[in-house]
């Protein structure tokens, strides 16, 4: 057996490299806003009452004075991690690490301290190479216990141009807004709206709390979903959004013996995910039992009518044995057509009068009528066009029943449209076809005199609804499917004049780019060549024709164009690339002007032997056409012959 003597262990213990570690410290404190945080913090706990603080941005020079106790020991203010506070319940409950102050030298050229009669002055470099620093007795006069000063600024700190300037002293109010004792500001009195004694709220496990709508009367109660806290640890804010704190929702004042801020710039939480979400746990359950109280103490009604939303987002149990919901869950069928920017499909309607809210009676006596979880974009299935349209047609809101519990009465009273079947019974169905393509979905459109649909439902086989249609259009899936590439194949009916406030191509296509914009001209060609396609399909008049064509671009006209009138006629027009024989039916105008009346004029007499003076056709064309006649307005009506 070999045995084998370990050598003797080397031994090593940390050190640290003085000048070197001092000098760093610049990076972390050269610019940090932080510092002034540090000093008014530690004047309130010198158990100061008045805090006043001094920018002079031409002398580049910052004071902060305060009535606390004063400083006895100096020493304390140039030893790093070493408070120098003694009170055990500044110990207990700020935790100060004694690393604050040394801020103040990184920030600034040169810094003066006075208190008690005495003063220390001291630099960048003092500090650096760990100089020996003179404390010497000085005047002390006036209100204030400590005067710190700072010299030579850095810029980072205190910026040289107006805007910057105007933006510290910006930062300097929302710093002390939650600040438990006064501050001064080169003089004025700093607002401090959010501080413990001004606001409402009340202690909790995590701090104090002031809550919109539960401390604050005339606030909602914070949407669940999207609120904003603004917390402040110690009197100084923590945890700030990058996007500000107007508007908060909640306001708390975290207990300083629960929770740390991280060093060196106390800007957020140790252990920050874990310890805001014990907060918003408390914040909840808080405005949980608020809620519970209110509904025990409210009318059914005006409890639903004010705190509806806030009871779906923490406790929607508590409206279930409502019989109320509010008419703000409810939405018409505007369009039946594809989701787009500029237009929505669905929209709450104007509540007018006392009444806000429907009863569970209405619904099951048939006043109101409302599906869940219906399409609400023509592109959402193969029936959604023929589902909005018997919303639209019927008066059938759509509910939204999302935010609701599962238990909640609504989900029994309505039915479920996703377990909808639909049959299309159409009466007198047009032989003549016109298909319409836009982008992948297309349609191949017939007259009809009516069109019925039956709604049935999978899942309840005692409801069932006819809807039928008689002055509307319909956009009905061909195979009851979209295509392998989801692309729609309809048969559209157009059922009597087909009015409705909707139109069919924005059931077929969004019209937008490459870069999803809205191009309304798409639009507008698309609707122009559907109406004149429509159009030659109902056999309507040429002068219908003629309106789209002209209107639809929007001719130029001018003052003197008012007595000018143009006749339109159809000619057969020889196909160009044929052997003469094929033609097709062409537009052509005529100026309806002297020398065409007076053709006619020639004409009559002529072929018919008649004695027809030129200028009497002429006036008596002129009144009948009336050019230049004012339409609408004050004049309505009012024609004065040009001639």
Same mark, same amino acid.
């Given at each position: 057996?070999?045995?084998? &003597? ?156 107006? *805007? ?15 600040? =438990? ?7 004025? *009195? ?38 904003? &806290? ?9 945890? *700030? ?40 746990? #408390? ?63 669905? !929209?709450? =309607? ?78 007198? =169905? ?21 069109? &019925? ?70 639009? !507008? ?40 009138? #143009?006749?339109?006629? #159809? ?47 002429? *006036? ?17 009506? &009012? ?5």
């Amino acid at each position: 057996m070999t045995t084998i &003597t370990p050598e003797k262990t080397n031994e090593v213990r940390a050190a640290v490299n003085e000048r070197l570690f001092f000098k760093n410290l610049k990076h972390i404190f050269h610019n940090s806003f932080s510092t002034m945080g540090e000093l008014i913090q530690n004047a309130r706990r010198a158990d100061a009452t008045q805090i006043d603080i001094t920018v002079d941005h031409s002398a580049r020079k910052i004071m902060i004075a305060d009535n606390g106790v004063g400083i006895d020991d100096f020493n304390k203010l140039v030893d790093l991690a070493s408070s120098g506070w003694t009170n055990e319940d500044i110990i207990a409950n700020d935790k100060p690490f004694g690393m604050g102050f040394f801020a103040v030298f990184y920030a600034c050229e040169k810094v003066v301290v006075r208190s008690k009669g005495q003063m220390l002055e001291a630099t960048q470099d003092d500090i650096i190479e760990r100089r020996t620093l003179a404390v010497v007795p000085c005047d002390m006069n006036g209100e204030h216990a400590t005067i710190i000063e700072m010299h030579g600024v850095h810029v980072e700190l205190l910026p040289l141009d107006d *805007e910057q300037r105007n933006m510290f002293v910006r930062k300097l109010l929302s710093l002390v807004e939650g600040f =438990p004792i006064s501050v001064r500001i080169n003089g004025n *009195e700093a607002p401090r709206p959010l501080a413990v004694e001004n606001l409402p709220g009340e202690m909790s496990s995590v701090g104090y709390l002031s809550i919109n709508g539960v401390h604050i009367a005339d606030q909602s109660i914070p949407d669940k979903r999207h609120y904003s &806290t603004k917390f402040f640890l110690q009197g100084l804010p923590i945890e *700030e959004s990058a996007y500000g704190y107007q508007n908060k929702h909640c306001i708390v004042h975290l207990d300083s013996k629960k929770f740390i801020a991280k060093m060196p710039d106390r800007k957020s939480l140790y252990d920050s995910e874990d310890q805001l979400s014990e907060v918003k746990s #408390v914040i909840a359950r808080r405005i949980k039992e608020f809620l519970s109280d209110e509904k025990a103490r409210m009318e059914p009604q005006e409890f639903v009518g004010k705190y509806f939303g806030a009871t779906c987002d923490y406790r929607p149990d508590l409206l279930n044995d409502i019989d109320f919901v509010p008419k703000t869950l409810f939405e018409n069928c505007d369009a039946a057509v594809q989701n787009m920017d500029y237009e929505r499909t669905f !929209s709450i =309607p104007y509540i007018s009068g006392q009444r806000e809210n429907y009863s569970k009676d209405d619904f099951l006596r048939g006043r109101i009528k409302a599906w869940k979880y219906a399409d609400t974009c023509a592109s959402d299935s193969v029936w959604a066009v023929v589902s909005m349209k018997v919303m639209q047609k019927m008066g059938i809101f759509l509910a939204d029943v999302s935010r609701l519990d599962s238990g909640h009465w609504l989900h029994q009273v309505i039915p479920d449209a996703r377990d909808f079947h639909f049959e299309v019974d159409v009466t007198s =169905p047009g032989e003549r076809v016109v298909n319409y393509c836009w982008q992948n979905n297309s349609a191949d459109f017939r007259l009809a005199k009516a069109v &019925t649909i039956t709604v049935t439902s999978e899942s309840d086989p005692a409801f069932s609804l006819n809807c039928e249609f008689e002055n509307n259009w319909l956009l009905v899936p061909k195979d009851g499917e979209a295509d392998p590439y989801g692309d729609f194949d309809y048969d559209g009916w157009l059922v009597g004049n087909s009015e409705s406030f909707d139109h069919p191509v924005n059931a077929l296509a969004t019209f937008k780019d490459e870069n999803e914009n809205f191009r309304e001209e798409w639009e !507008s060609e698309a609707i122009r060549h559907f109406d004149l396609l429509i159009g030659g399909l109902r056999n309507e008049h040429l002068s219908k024709q003629c309106d789209r064509i002209l209107f639809g671009n929007e001719p130029m006209i001018r003052d003197e164009n008012l007595a000018q009138c #143009v006749i339109y006629r #159809v000619v057969n027009r020889s196909l160009p690339y044929t052997d003469g024989t094929k033609y097709h039916p062409k537009l052509q105008s005529m100026a309806l002007d002297d020398d065409f009346l007076s053709k006619v004029t020639e004409a009559l007499n002529e072929r018919h032997g008649l004695n027809v003076d030129a200028c009497k056709l002429i *006036e008596a064309f002129t009144r009948v056409l009336k050019p230049s006649e004012f339409i609408g307005g004050e004049h309505d009506g &009012t024609y004065q012959p040009l001639r």
